[in-house]
């Protein structure tokens, strides 16, 4: 039983645009949200959090939005550039568990 | 600084063969965390080590295993190869453990099993 969902194998957005890249979780316990980027051949590279008791955490042209009633977290990225094409993943962390629990990845590609 | 390396980068192998990955943690950090990538899973927690400890485990049949040396330097191994375990694995590397966004990538080891 998956406990973080990312819905959405891929997205195509046009450069300039906004990207929103969507993930559903089902524990409320978690106490941070994250996001990763991945590019092929790479590990991922951690990209912005935000933690349970916020809704909103912004850096530059990335903003993460948490829904904590309905268990949703998004990251909007605006104005979205060729260079964001990559694998995006959103990971949740909770203390008493201690480790990192990712969704299956949304592959976002920015067209020019 | 020199970031998270893991050997090899690729391998190919048989069913019922065994393997060892390599992962050699940042300098200075001393937890070491193991994923699988597998299409449509996403990355999946196989194990953490810390202090050549293994501090936390993910839901990974007992052919999967791990050990940590003193310097912080993390093996993962697989026995008895199927099919199933074509991934690439990856390895993390944090000062303290599994906390939030202090989780440094390597580029993983692509496994494949015929």
């Known amino acids: 039983d998956q406990q973080v969902k990312q819905n959405s194998p891929s997205l195509s957005v046009q450069e300039g645009r906004i990207s929103i890249l969507n993930c559903d979780y089902t524990?409320?316990?978690?106490?941070?949200f994250l996001w990763y980027k991945k590019y092929p051949a790479e590990g991922p590279t951690f990209l912005i959090s935000?933690?349970?008791?916020?809704d909103k955490n912004e850096d530059g042209r990335f903003t993460v939005f948490l829904n904590k009633s309905a268990k949703h977290l998004s990251l909007h990225i605006v104005p979205s550039q060729p260079g964001d094409s990559a694998v995006y993943f959103c990971?949740?962390?909770?203390?008493?568990?201690?480790?990192?629990?990712f969704g299956q990845g949304t592959e976002l590609s920015v067209k020019p | 600084k020199a970031g998270v390396t893991q050997t090899p980068r690729y391998l190919i192998k048989t069913r019922g063969q065994q393997v060892t990955l390599s992962c050699s943690p940042i300098?200075?950090?001393?937890?070491v965390s193991w994923y699988q990538q597998t299409p449509g899973q996403g990355l999946q927690f196989l194990f953490e080590?810390?202090?050549?400890?293994?501090?936390n485990k993910g839901n990974f049949p007992g052919r999967f295993s791990g050990r940590q040396f003193s310097n912080s330097r993390s093996e993962m191994n697989v026995s008895t190869l199927e099919l199933g375990d074509s991934a690439l694995y990856l390895c993390?590397?944090?000062?303290?453990?599994?906390?939030?966004?202090?989780?440094?990538f390597g580029p993983g080891t692509r496994l494949t099993v015929l």
């Open positions: 524990n409320s316990m978690f106490d941070y």
């Open positions: 080590y810390f202090s050549e400890t293994q501090r």
């Open positions: 993390a590397s944090g000062r303290t453990g599994v906390v939030a966004d202090t989780q440094y």
């Open positions: 300098s200075g950090h001393r937890s």
């Open positions: 935000i933690s349970s008791i916020k």
């Open positions: 990971a949740v962390f909770y203390n008493q568990g201690g480790k990192l629990i």
